[in-house]
C-alpha cells in the first residue's frame, strides 16, 4: 500500500483524482494545471457563491451576475 504522499504523485502523474486511483470512481474536477490563475479565480468564485449564495433568495446575485459576466469575457473573448 503506498504512502498517502506517493498515491497523490501517482495521481497527479496519471491526471485521476485519488477516489479514482483508489476506488475506481471517477470524480468531478478539472484538470486546472494548464488554466491560468485568473480563471482558476473565477471558477473559484463561482463555486463558492453556488455552494454559499451570499444573496438570500434572489436567483441572481449581483455577485453571480458579476462571476458570470467575468467569466464569459475570460472564456469567450
Known amino acids: 500500500m503506498p504512502t498517502l504522499e506517493n498515491a497523490a504523485a501517482l495521481a497527479e502523474a496519471l491526471h485521476v483524482s485519488l477516489d479514482y486511483l483508489l476506488y475506481g470512481e471517477k470524480s468531478r474536477t478539472l484538470p486546472l494545471q494548464k488554466m491560468s490563475e485568473n480563471r482558476v479565480q473565477l471558477l473559484t468564485d463561482l463555486a463558492q457563491e453556488f455552494a454559499a449564495p451570499t444573496s438570500h433568495g434572489a436567483a441572481f446575485s ?3 451576475l458579476d462571476i458570470l ?3 464569459y469575457q475570460e472564456f469567450y473573448r
Open 62 to 64: 449581483d455577485r453571480k
Open 69 to 71: 459576466r467575468r467569466l
